[in-house]
């Protein structure tokens, strides 16, 4: 069994990478991949060997949540953490100001003492209410011997807040002997709490976007339809419907179900009614529909009414299979973020080595004159260190690329696919079918008097279609089982120069492995039984979506329409998304590379007063995931 699993409480790549590596590790697991902004797990697991209770008891035990229980809601999980996240930063940042103007001695509070321990009050107050799940989340990572975002930010503020009591309670009297002022940190103690909840809180909105795709995809869905109960119509929710039942769709109303017709009318002919398909074949124009027509659940009659026979309910329809391919495909990870991912789990260790290392170099250089130094700089280590940034770069992307591919009519199942599809530079392409479509006005007993043009015609743009492609540089194959003379009139007729007629099923397989064995990129492009051996062997396999349910299972793209000028949008579109998750990766590890040596003081070794301090780390830190996640989103506004 393959489910797509919501997670709740992630934070950053450090723990979807937990995650993953506690789901692969249990037994019954064949794989698990987790994506962070999709906030969910795809699992593939045996659900003889294990439970969805057993892996949200393991889950829970690392201190994230699986969502398994019907009741509840993954919307409205999300929803009341976001309005919580939203006050808890709002508070912070009160919390903040205060100190901040009692730190600068913005207030009057009689003594510096009275300041320092009101700051003191205060600070911990924001530490447990407003930073609490850092510490706790550092906590149960700890006990598991893993560690995230979360430990970083817990260890950064326990320390500054614990240098600053000891310098409010015994600081004058102990570096009074080493000739050095006892300063308290707690306004960076509480900046830092209040910085990474106002990055998360700008990311969540951001990753919010990323989403949206299938958020679209679900809003087809009609909620409630209209049951044909005898002589009387009631409204009921949709998860009631069963097969079978009789079901009327008015002009405007989404089709609830898949189904059959079985009664249509409308004010232009009494035995059709139109149907708006667009949403599902990117056909402009209303399909009409009689007696027997199948109608698709989310598509609406544009003029008339139907009664329908509800045949495909709730995850067997149409709208509920593209919907769970999107999911699976932005759920699925590119071979770049799998060693993304791998860097993220000994990110953070990493990190907390070059803290102290950091600290040791600060003291052994000055004595304890400079260990106040020294604490700050490894703090400041500590908190710009940030892996969310590297591990949001190629997901976000990725989902952001697929959801929009969805949206013109191609349905990409996993990243690995978006990511070959820029490489493509040649295209073995079906005939009948796929480049032309049977002419439906003629009777097909007696064809042998009619001409080519009568049997049969182009699809629309597919000459367009074609001629962009080899725009491209892309070289295009036509294969077709037809005799020389119809081959050449349709190639001629496409703008295609290669193609071949009289073929096999073998005989496609072998162009494609005669193509690829010099050194080419393949895109195979088919809608029947006979095209699956090409299918396979293809580095890329496109189906049409009114092809045979056997084609698209192999393939891993399925164009839902019949306009093939998509195919040169999805391979611009993976072209984009490639370069913007090395343009996210390239800013990820060079914001660290920078900002990693100015946080430790590096500046000081040649004479420059500078150093990023722990207040601008924080700040920093969350505009650089923050950053991320808006650089992908670009993505939903390219052509």
Known sequence: MKKVIPIVGMACSACSANVERKLNS????NEASVSLPGRSALIDFNPEVISLEKMKHEINDIGYDM??????SLEEIEKRSFVI????TILAWIFSIIVMSISMMWVDLGSRDNANQVAMIISLFAMIYCGRQFFISAWKNLKHGSANMDTLVALSTSISFVFSVFNTFWGNDYWAKEGIEAHTYYDACVMIITFVLTGRLLEEKAKDGTASSIRQLMGMQPKTARIVAGDHIEDVPISTIEKGDILEVRSGDKIPVDGVVIMAESFMNSNAAYVDESMITGEPTPS???????????TIPSQGKIRMKAMQIGEDTAIAHIIRMVELAQGSKAPVQRIVDKA??????????LSLVTFFSWWFIGGNNFLPQAIISAISVLVIACPCAMGLATPTALMVGIGKAAREQVLIKDATALEKMRKVDAVVIDKTGTLTIPNKNIDFTNVDGLSLEDREKLKPNAKEAMTELQNMGIEIYMMSGDKEEAARYWAEKA?????????LPQDKENIVMELQKQGKTVAMIGDGINDTQALALADVSIAIGKGTDVAMD????TLLGDDLRNIPKAIRLSGKTVKMIWENLFWAFIYNIICIPLAAGVMYVFGINFQITPMWSSALMAFSSVSVVLNSLRLKYTA
């Open 85 to 88: 996240l939203k006050q808890k």
């Open 67 to 72: 969502v398994i229980e019907a009741d509840r």
């Open 344 to 353: 993220a789990l000994v990110f953070v260790p990493i990190i907390v080595v």
């Open 495 to 503: 703008g295609i120069t290669n193609y071949k007629s009289k073929v």
């Open 288 to 298: 009409e529909k009689i007696k027997g027509s199948n109608v698709i659940a989310g």
């Open 554 to 557: 192999v393939a891993q793209v």
């Open 26 to 29: 249990l037994k019954g697991i």
